[in-house]
């Protein structure tokens, strides 16, 4: 691959870090690479092609099916790194999980624990970035009028809540080792893309923080919703009598609210549009666009030492 051709080349295969691991995602198949007691063990396993022309792959359909697709799969892959974890320490099954197991069966039980996961991770999402912002900027609404103003500190509280979040993240022991797992996955990826050859040394010289990651996703979501709110509740409180006389209630805290859930595969299906544009594009558009997000991996990749870059580069050739 020549230079000029290297420097254009993008990929859209992506990754998620495990415990003491590496997921990959291609075109496909995915991989999954855990560093076990006797070396990397790495499982493989084929993705469910959809058909060409279906409407889950039509543009800002995709994004909303992509991402429940995404959270399932990583469940799974979560799990499973935590299944060889587990072996690597000898820990046993708690009596609880071996009863559910036992009534359930393997397949049942492990479809149930990744749907209490996934609804569970989604309600505290909604809970953390959605219910509490539009809550705490409810207090505004007897002295404040602008529907716009509102939704600006609806947006802030949000983005407020995001940041501590990952600091607060950052900070756990336990979470340090992912992250650089996290690391060692953009790094592997950036070597990808630049036409090297995968090995440690050129890994290794990579940055750590990548356009796509699901960091900066979750940080254009959170901001792309200020303006979507904005513009949409305006028109409801235009096109519904009365309501605007109802604001500084709780009919109309609720309503406004639950027009915004709503509204957030709308959010998610553009915040995935654009995170492809400025993961295929390298101008100076893309990169604008990309400053914040880039800029929250700080709190969410570490250097990766070189047992976890060889994981990355397993994952990524599997």
Not at 102 to 124: E, H, P, T, W, Y
Not at 177 to 182: L, P
Not at 204 to 224: D, E, M, N, W, Y
Request: proline residues 3%.
């Amino acid at each position: 691959m020549g230079a000029n051709n290297s420097e254009k080349f993008k990929t859209m295969i992506g990754g998620q870090a495990l415990i003491e691991g590496i997921m990959m995602r291609g075109p496909k198949r995915d991989a999954i690479v855990i560093r076990g007691k006797d070396g990397i063990e790495v499982e493989t396993s084929l993705r469910k092609e959809r058909r060409k022309g279906s409407f889950q792959t039509w543009p800002f359909i995709r994004g909303v099916v992509n991402f429940f697709d995404s959270q399932v799969v990583g469940v799974k892959a979560l799990m499973r790194s935590a299944d060889l974890s587990a072996e690597i320490v000898e820990e046993k099954p708690s009596k609880l999980d071996m009863w559910l197991e036992k009534k359930l069966g393997d397949k049942k039980f492990q479809n149930l624990i990744v749907s209490i996961s996934v609804a569970l991770g989604m309600g505290m999402s909604i809970l953390l970035f959605f219910l509490l912002p539009n809550i705490i900027s409810s207090l505004f609404d007897k002295v404040i009028a602008s529907n716009l103003l509102r939704n600006l500190i609806e947006g802030g509280v949000r983005l407020l809540i995001f940041m501590i979040y990952m600091l607060a993240v950052s900070r756990m022991k336990e979470m340090k080792r992912v992250f650089s797992y996290h690391g060692a996955e953009h790094k592997t990826i950036r070597c990808y893309e630049a036409g090297l050859p995968l090995n440690v040394e050129n890994v290794r010289a990579q940055t750590r923080k990548h356009p796509r990651c699901g960091t900066s996703f979750l940080f254009i979501v959170l901001t792309l919703s200020i303006l979507v709110f904005s513009v949409a509740s305006s028109l409801l409180l235009a096109v519904v009598p009365g309501l605007e006389a109802m604001r500084g209630t709780v009919v109309f805290t609720l309503v406004m609210l639950a027009f915004k859930l709503l509204l957030l595969p709308v959010v998610v299906s553009i915040s995935y549009e654009i995170n492809r544009i400025v993961g295929r594009y390298d101008n100076v558009f893309t990169k604008v666009l990309t400053i914040p997000g880039m800029w929250f991996q700080n709190f969410t990749t570490y250097e990766p030492d070189d047992a976890m870059i060889e994981v990355g580069i397993a994952a990524l050739q599997a």
